[in-house]
Structures are given as C-alpha cells and as structure tokens.
C-alpha cells in the first residue's frame, strides 16, 4: 500500500549522507536552511531536501496526523547539526562495514527513526551468502497465501516478515492462518524488529530496534539459527526471508 511500501530512493550510504550534510552545514552558514518551517530555504536547499526526504514530504506527511512539514523541516536541522555524526557510534557496531550498508528515515511511532536496507550486501555480509534456507513459518490471511504462492510460481519473489518462536498471538486478528515454508534468510532477529517492504522487494528494519533485553547480545542474529529459543521481549523473533516453497498451512 502506498506509504507503508518504501521507495528503495530513500536510501543513501553513510558517504553519501555525509555529502548531503556537508553541503547543508555550507548552505547554513549563508542562512539558508529548513528553519522556521522553511522560511529560510533557498532553491539549492530545497533541492537537496527533496532528494533525501521527498518520501517523508509528499507521502508520509499526508498519511500521518502527527507527522508535519515542520517536522521534517526540524529534523532534517537536527540530522544535519546533530544525528547524523553520532549515527556511527550509535549503529556502526551492529555491523561488519556500515559504510557498505544504505540507510533511510521513516515514520513510525512519533517520529521518524532510522531504518537500514536489508539488501544482498547486508546479508552476505552476516552470513557470507545470499542463499541462506531456513524452515519458517509466517502469519497471514487466505489471499497473503495465495500472493506467496504467485510470487513464487511467477519467479518474481519479495520478502517477508517470518518467525520461527512466538510467545503470544500476532497483533493482526484478520491474519488467522499460519504458513510454514522454505523461506531464504535475509536477516534473523531475536525479537520483532518493526520491518517495513521497500519496492524492491527487500525490506528494511528499524535500527532503533537493534538493541535485546539483557547486555550479552544485541538482536541481530549473526548465524541462522541463534535467534531460534529464547524469548527475553516475550514476543516472537523474526526472520526476513523471501518465499522458496509452501511446505504446509494451518488456521491459527
């Protein structure tokens, strides 16, 4: 649906997020910036703007009631001045080479928050490959099965969201039917990890998520089957995987 599928456009690698921040903090210095609800914008501003949050301005904006244009503005000041410089302390640990990575701002919950691309590089970077089996299961309704299965028939496979642990009932009533399947990982977590679809047929996850109860893991799963077991969140754990086959289907 549009809105809650995000454009693979949004993303940007660390380097080119810098580029766009140096080039802001110039701009600033001649008083043109997002402040003010753009009263001091200029034409090259607003460029840039648009390039990096086009997504956040013309989609989310209209779709959320608490997300405003004022508050993209604000943000894109405090990404510039601020967030953007502790992103690699704050997130850079989770991964091999973040520098590789791409990474994107959403809405969700208040705020927009970071999200990474769960793309080949991520998971080859994880698992040292992008074909990764693993037996899943996933919650959804008669017509999501039916989607699964045209996807895979059709050879034109997206992601989705699958678990293999759950300590209580999935959130969607209309999901009443439990899918197990073959399914390839694209990335394991211990616990729900608020993942969006991108039109490419990835997904994305929040980073903000990245962290587990307790100081020995975070919940990132670096091998395939260390997310399996234990519950700390009591909620279910979740693996990114594209579709291989249906193995069974059972009502909830």
């Known amino acids: 649906m549009r809105g809650y599928v995000k454009p693979d456009s949004?993303?940007?690698?660390?380097?080119?997020?810098?580029?766009?921040?140096?080039?802001?903090?110039?701009?600033?210095?001649l008083g043109q910036d997002t402040?003010?609800?753009?009263?001091?914008?200029?034409?090259?501003?607003?460029?840039?703007?648009?390039?990096?949050?086009?997504?956040?301005l013309q989609v989310e904006v209209p779709r959320y009631d608490l997300l405003t244009q004022k508050n993209v503005?604000?943000?894109v000041e405090d990404f510039v001045n601020h967030r953007f410089w502790s992103f690699q302390r704050d997130f850079g640990?989770?991964?091999?080479?973040a520098s590789r990575l791409r990474f994107a701002y959403f809405y969700s919950r208040?705020?927009?928050?970071?999200?990474?691309?769960?793309?080949?590089?991520?998971?080859?970077?994880?698992?040292?490959?992008?074909?990764?089996p693993k037996r899943l299961c996933h919650y959804t309704t008669m017509e999501g099965v039916q989607r699964i299965q045209a996807a895979i028939d059709d050879g034109q496979p997206f992601d989705i969201s699958c678990f293999t642990d759950a300590a209580r009932p999935f959130f969607r009533p209309e999901s009443k039917m439990v899918v197990t399947l073959m399914g390839n990982v694209r990335a394991g977590f211990r616990s729900d990890i608020k993942s969006f679809a991108v039109d490419t047929g990835r997904?994305?996850?929040?980073?903000?998520?990245?962290?587990?109860?307790?100081?020995?893991k975070n919940n990132l799963c670096y091998e395939l089957d260390s997310c399996d077991g234990e519950l700390r969140t009591s909620l279910w754990n979740e693996y990114i995987a594209t579709p291989i086959s249906i193995v069974s289907l059972r009502e909830n």
């Open 203 to 216: 997904r994305c996850a929040n980073l903000l998520r990245f962290e587990y109860p307790g100081r020995d």
């Open 110 to 132: 208040g705020d927009l928050k970071p999200y990474v691309l769960l793309d080949e590089e991520l998971t080859t970077q994880l698992y040292g490959s992008v074909w990764n």
């Open 35 to 56: 402040r003010g609800n753009g009263a001091n914008m200029s034409e090259e501003v607003n460029r840039l703007v648009m390039q990096h949050f086009a997504f956040q």
């Open 93 to 97: 640990h989770f991964f091999p080479d």
């Open 73 to 75: 503005y604000d943000f």
């Open 10 to 29: 949004a993303f940007f690698t660390l380097a080119q997020w810098e580029e766009f921040v140096d080039r802001m903090l110039h701009l600033q210095k």
